[in-house]
């Protein structure tokens, strides 16, 4: 049965992810001039493991861009060359171009050649502008007589006969050392069995291959780095004399493998092309594969938490119908136990799913590196509590938001130096990133220091725009909030960066989506401060269970303002039916959900239930209900998944009792009840007509 390489894919593309990671923060925070040696080496180190492995899969073309990158960063390390800006500034475009071509072999898509190639262009040209003179009267001589002065490498490359299993493919190891210099190779079948127990996925070859002497060992080391634990491997120089008298019959490029292995190195390609052409067409319908790296640690945990819950259900089990009224003690006992077994369980299988924002917030720095370049601006970035965790599925959704929010600092917020320096500022500005735990959430804030939001222009610009009227007042705070109106901007012209009224409303559905809210903070000529405050994980929510005539509902604590008893002196009604509740001074509209959901209500006087008081969106309401229940962790469902979207519903859960109850989303039964409002007023104009 033929081995699946693919069935390593996942690994591969995953690590040369990580390694791009790498290599982008290490050349980002690389210093021109004067750089860290062991920065370098570790981004080569990322370069050719990507490089390696492509080779290994078949990515030929990811493997040949990866080797130009490669050398360049090889003679950087060994201070052949020195790190300048524009070298930074090509291997970081680089970086891009491998991400793009991964991601196409990942897909099974195409990549942009042409963009390619023209990255390509560049890598040779820095190798080229930054190369060692060479005198002209010793080149000669130095090409003619190196390899005749140092010998040839003898190199004897025995497999292990489980190397296939491993997904290496010796051929491809041997091209490698092909490109290296003059090249040739000598099979040896001596271990090949009869062909009646010949099994094709076993390595029998090995090889004596002779080498160009002028290349050096450790690059000769590092193509087998990938099988140094899986083959015998012995490297020797030649005597200059020796070498000088066999290299009359060396060959500069003879076939690698006799006819028998070229067939059944032919036989194995084509059916690796079969195979590949089923894993097409099965990946079109697939979807793509996700997966996780987790702390043994966690596992372990995990583990332990499991033998716990079977020791306690081994307890339960031993009550049974004839259990007498003197066991209840010792039931309620393992009931408990039972009780503190789940939720621990729970909490660990939770923390499974917990990753470090780090993997958010790393690529920051080349974002804040190439925008504040491009816009002429000095930024210095501050990164803080990066190691906190969320939820994987929170983690993947918030970065576009930061991504916008990042970059309106960047082109709104911070000035330019002179800007900054007429202010009495440092010339450069400085934008902070922290993330933090805060009771069952997490809070992010984008915090820079520069010329703040100037609630004047805001405001002049809302009422320019017909969005705030002529005499209506405002607060500071409502003026600021104008920022997340559809289609709002203050910038004075449109650039590919911002200030195109699309994106921080954007911004907010997006977190909203995500259950979390965004404040604004700002005082002109010191900055603005962006928080959001977001669940830990979307699977699970802590809510607050309310009761409606004979239905539950659960509204997320996260939402909550408040919760009150009705008074009638504080109960307005204006137009169509709707109410009014004053509460501090400020009126806000009482929805009855009874209404609103089209159930039966146990009473419809307002005194004889609670309101709820929620904030969603940006807006407030006081939700009339019949009675609180309690508070609990829910475990949320998709409605969409399972039934269909529902206007004011966010999710549901089973209760304890077997029961589904249906998950409030605050803002859109504000929403909503604005909806019904407005189609109350619709029908009755024709009335008051």
């Known amino acids: 049965m033929a081995i699946d390489v693919a069935q390593f894919h996942q690994v591969f593309f995953e690590e040369s992810f990580e390694g791009l990671e790498v290599m982008e923060s290490g050349l980002v925070e690389l210093e021109v001039g004067s750089p860290d040696i062991e920065a370098i080496n ?23 861009f990866t080797h130009v990158l490669e050398t360049l960063l090889d003679e950087m390390r060994a201070g052949k060359r020195e790190v300048t800006r524009d070298a930074v500034d090509v291997l970081l475009l680089a970086v891009d171009s491998l991400r793009s071509m991964l991601d196409a072999a990942r897909s099974g898509s195409d ?23 060479v005198a002209a009267s010793a080149a000669p001589e130095t090409a003619a007589t190196s390899s005749a002065e140092q010998g040839l490498w003898r190199i004897e490359f025995v497999p292990e006969l489980h190397l296939f299993a491993t997904g290496n493919d010796p051929v491809r190891i041997l091209r490698e050392l092909e490109r290296l210099g003059a090249f040739s190779a000598e099979v040896d079948l001596s271990r090949m069995p009869d062909y009646g127990i010949y099994d094709p996925e076993t390595c029998y070859s090995s090889w004596r291959i002779t080498l160009d002497g002028s290349v050096e060992e450790a690059a000769i080391r590092e193509v087998f780095e990938w099988v140094e634990d899986d083959a ?3 490297i020797s120089r030649e005597q200059p004399a020796q070498a000088e008298a066999e290299s009359v019959t060396a060959t500069s490029g003879p076939s690698l493998v006799p006819e028998a292995e070229d067939r059944r190195q032919g036989d194995r390609r084509q059916n690796d092309r079969r195979q590949g052409e089923r894993r097409d067409g099965e990946a079109a319908s697939a979807p793509p594969a996700s997966s996780i790296r987790v702390d043994i640690s966690k596992v372990d945990s995990l583990i ?31 009931l408990a136990q039972l009780e503190r077994n789940t939720r621990e369980l729970q909490e660990s299988v ?30 210095e970035l501050r990164i803080i509590g990066e190691q906190t965790e969320l939820d994987k599925t ?9 991504v916008h929010l990042v970059r309106n600092s960047l082109d709104h917020g911070i000035e330019t130096p002179d800007t900054r320096m007429t202010a009495g500022k440092p010339a450069y500005g400085t934008l902070t990133l922290a993330a933090r735990h805060e009771g069952g959430n997490i809070v992010i804030e984008i915090v820079d220091d520069g010329a703040g939001i100037n609630t004047d222009i805001l405001l002049a610009k809302a009422r320019e725009r017909g969005i705030v009227g002529v005499e209506e007042t405002m607060t500071e705070e409502a003026i600021r909030d104008l920022i997340f109106h559809p289609g709002f901007s203050t910038a004075k012209e449109v650039s590919d960066v911002s200030g195109r009224g699309v994106g921080m409303d954007v911004v907010r559905r997006n977190i909203k989506e995500l259950g979390g809210v965004i404040e604004l903070e700002s005082t002109v000529g010191v900055g603005t401060t962006i928080r959001i405050r977001l669940p830990l994980t979307l699977a699970i929510l802590d809510g607050q269970l309310v009761r409606v005539g004979n239905q539950t509902y659960i509204v997320p604590l996260v939402s909550i303002i408040e919760s009150l008893q009705a008074t009638s002196d504080r109960v307005k009604s204006v137009a169509a039916s709707a109410e009014l509740y004053r509460l501090r001074g400020e009126y806000i509209p009482i929805i009855r959900l009874y209404e609103l959901f089209g159930v039966e209500a146990q009473s419809t006087v307002l005194e004889q239930g609670l309101l709820v008081v929620v904030e969603g969106e940006g807006r407030r309401a006081c939700i009339f209900v019949d009675e609180l229940l309690g508070q609990q962790q829910v475990v949320i469902k998709s409605l969409e998944t399972n039934y269909r979207k529902v206007d004011g519903i966010s999710g549901a859960t ?36």
């Open 42 to 64: 570790a981004i080569f180190r990322a370069a050719h493991s990507i490089k390696g492995g492509s080779g290994t899969f078949g990515f030929s073309a990811i493997s040949d």
């Open 111 to 133: 990549f942009d050649a042409q963009a390619v190639a023209d990255v390509h262009h560049k890598l040779e040209e820095q190798l080229h502008q930054g190369a060692a003179p």
């Open 232 to 234: 015998r491997i012995t």
């Open 304 to 334: 332990n938490l499991v033998g716990e819950l079977v020791i306690t259900q081994s307890m339960l089990g031993q009550f049974d119908d004839d259990s007498t009224p003197t066991n209840f003690a010792k039931l309620r006992e393992g």
């Open 350 to 379: 939770m923390r499974i799913r917990m990753l470090p924002i780090s993997f958010s917030f790393n690529r920051f720095p080349r974002l804040v590196r190439d925008l504040s370049s491009k816009l002429g601006k000095e930024v």
């Open 394 to 402: 929170v983690l993947e959704k918030i970065g576009d938001p930061l």
């Open 654 to 689: 089973i209760l304890g009792d077997g029961t589904v109850a249906m998950i409030i989303d605050a803002g859109g039964v504000i929403g909503l009840a604005r909806k019904e409002q407005a189609g109350h007023l619709h029908t009755e104009q024709p009335k008051a007509a």
